[in-house]
């Protein structure tokens, strides 16, 4: 069975402050993706990343970073230098890979609040 | 401008109605899904389709239904034996490379 855990429901910080979201996973496959999107008050979900589970470098964009441990089942989520704009429930997410059952599902976490103040 | 579409933003219902919330995309997507999001909650799969004239329950399935006709379509229809529609609904495509694009998002109220 999948399963995305993000044991942070709701994050607050001020204003450039540098945060980290944690999100762990379970699941049997070897080959399997990762994702994170982030909803702002609109509702939209918006894409950020994927990363799959033969890639383990760790990626920087802009003031967004992700660290991928297959060894802790980790893909976390760091905003450098936090604003306003950065508002919103960040969601993690697991697929399948190609080929498996259920190709392209996604599995989400429940999501985190994350409220950054002036 | 490609894109998905879902219409209406918001949506009223009265108890034992059915109602359809429309999703469109112009992206040239072969997949479409639908989900179901609860305040607090993430997002939870209803259906989804790989390809036109074909769907698949996902976990969530009872009380709701679709159709793919057309490729660039994919109707969700809420019946009346789901008893408990309130909720956020959002379409999403991909074209399979695994990231899907999710559309701005149904807001469900049953009266």
């Known amino acids: 069975a999948q399963k995305v855990t993000q044991a942070q429901t709701e994050i607050s910080v001020v204003e450039k402050e540098d945060v980290t979201l944690d999100c762990v996973y379970e699941?049997?496959?070897?080959?399997?993706?990762l994702f994170w999107y982030k909803q702002p008050p609109s509702g939209e979900l918006v894409f950020l990343i994927r990363?799959?589970?033969?890639?383990?470098q760790n990626e920087i964009s802009g003031r967004y970073s992700w660290n991928f441990q297959k060894s802790t089942s980790s893909f976390n989520f760091t905003i450098t230098a936090s604003q306003v704009v950065d508002s919103a429930v960040y969601f993690c997410?697991?697929?399948?890979?190609f080929g498996a059952g259920g190709y392209n599902k996604l599995i989400f976490g429940a999501g985190t609040r994350l409220a950054v103040h002036p | 401008d490609g894109g998905i579409t879902q219409s209406p933003k918001y949506l009223f219902r009265k108890e034992g109605q059915n109602v359809t919330l429309s999703c469109e995309q112009n992206?040239?997507?072969?997949?479409m899904y639908w989900y179901r999001q609860d305040p607090g909650q993430g997002l939870r799969l209803i259906y989804y389709?790989?390809?036109?004239?074909?769907?698949q329950k996902g976990d969530i399935a009872e009380g709701y239904s679709v159709s793919r006709e057309k490729k660039e379509s994919f109707p969700l229809t809420v019946t009346s034996a789901q008893k408990n529609p309130t909720a956020f609904y959002l379409c999403?495509?991909?074209?399979?490379?695994?990231?899907?694009?999710f559309g701005p998002g149904t807001r469900l109220t049953v009266l």
């Open positions: 992206l040239n997507h072969d997949a």
């Open positions: 699941t049997r496959d070897t080959t399997y993706y």
């Open positions: 999403a495509s991909t074209p399979g490379a695994n990231e899907q694009f």
């Open positions: 997410a697991l697929s399948r890979g």
């Open positions: 990363r799959n589970s033969f890639d383990e």
């Open positions: 389709s790989q390809i036109v004239n074909d769907f």
